[in-house]
């Protein structure tokens, strides 16, 4: 049974909860902190971009197409579809000879398929297709080399066995593997500190994070919380949201990875829960705006008067006094 | 600690899930049958939009503007403010004297305050407050003499005592009372059989429940989980959401209340919860495709294939099976 992570309250009572688990690991896959159940399998959804991506520089494919820190960023995005999201998926596509019909994923209700938050995830996996010259349809399957070389990275990382790996279907149509929260911190720890990796991983690695970091805008879009995460740390950090309450930081300065699920599945509990997290590491400053409106925003009625506040659970704060930054 | 109530799958897995408790009452305020902690107090928000009516009907003012079953079941909606919602209540305000101007609710963004999914229930104060009397202005605030008789006849008919009943504010700025499972179900098994009720007050009972269950439309809208309930109950049940996971059912079939909170606050966990119950009362045929949508809808990517479900835990699925209809 999970803690209660975040709490939504309305005059002088708590009105909803969330429960939920975090882990923060290192490098070496050491726990660092956790509370909850960190060991039970979760799906990370697109709090796994950042793996997924690995391959798009690992395997030289986004130096043939010299690809910019905005077409990484957005291999790694869950993108708002915003005209600059979807003007840079489309430019890109052309410049790999592809087109939006070669997207797996579905488009919004009367959208295109480019629209889609995971189309810069899937324009990198057609990019690597062409690069290694397998063919481009198909390449969502768990069994097309494109995914292999996904999912095999994505063990490698979490230090799990890949022919162990569970993997469902995601939103989007690709592969959605499931990890412990454990695995998933130590996955985001080895991209915080890439050095013990392979020298194509680390490089791989360091260069999504910087890409990431460079262009927060375009791993989510206006006003979303990753790219206000991203932007209030400053280079100290890059983070990702996943679909049902997933949540990830790599944290490049202290060499750390977080990986973060909230039980039921809710974004609001997750946003609460890992800029709490991130401020306590000293990552985010709790006093800046935008992260204040992430760890304890009001909740307001329909005339903009104060009737409640989202905010970290006790359970959470005494035990993040044990997390020693 | 509350039992996962709904359970959403991810191919072989569960990815998410909702707590929550539930309570079924009579009359008599018995505790029928209840799972999770029925005693702890939550708010019911809109879900008491019935208890709140009953002055409307019952000083007389109902009769004295001559509101139809389609003011009385705004009176009780949360409307999804579409075309003949809002149509409806400007010719309801201007019919009392009143304008939008005196809608307490604020508007949504880019809209009128009409369109505010309370605006029903606002325009059922203000009338009520022509009716007896007293001020417009001011009529949202819990000692203006509506919102006395309003709290005063939901804490009778919850079997409370009113100058205890905890209010905190509600999105629309109207009071919002904290009350138990166990006292909302019973509140509302006195709205389904009223025969134990003052005169006054059971007439005002039978004449909401049925304004409900002949409008269904104007209770939710087109599409909603509500309107989709009421019409399969066929005349057996009136159902109402509120905010944050809340649900209730008035079961005039079988002189039942039923009453609901999920922990986290879903109204997708509230929805599969409260039809699960209703299909085990005989009120609704789980057979019935829109009922099925409820209970147990699939979970599709963006390309419309199923790739998980939302459905009944096991754990509600074995309780349930003390629930004799």
Known sequence: MNPVLVELSRGERVESWHRGAVAVADAAGRLVWSIGDVERLIYPRSALKMLQALPLVE???ADAYGLSNRELALACASHSGEA???????????????????????????????????????????TVARHIGAPTDGYQEP????QRLALGGMAEMAGVDPAALPVAI??????????????????????????GLGEGRAAAARRLDAAVKAEPLYVAGTGRACTALIEAAGGAASVKTGAEGAYVAVISKLGLGVALKIDDGAG???ETAIAAVLARLGVVDPADAT??????????????????????STDLLAALQALDP
């Not at 593997?177 to 050095?195: I, Q």
Request: positive net charge; glycine residues 10%; charged residues 15%.
């Open 170 to 195: 995601d939103g989007c149509t690709a592969p959605a593997a499931a990890l412990s929260l454990t695995a998933l911190a130590t996955a985001m720890g080895r991209l915080a500190d890439p050095a």
């Open 268 to 270: 609001r509990g997750a």
């Open 59 to 61: 395997t030289g494919a």
């Open 143 to 146: 069994d097309h080399p494109v």
């Open 84 to 126: 600059f999201h979807v003007e840079t998926v489309a430019a890109w596509l052309h410049k790999i000879g592809c087109s939006e019909s070669d997207l797996a994923c579905g488009p919004p209700p009367g959208l295109t398929r480019a629209h889609h938050n995971c189309s810069g995830k899937h324009t990198g996996f057609l």
């Open 291 to 312: 992260v204040a409106a992430l760890i304890q925003p009001p909740v307001t009625n329909s005339v903009g008067r104060v009737v409640g506040q989202r905010r970290p």
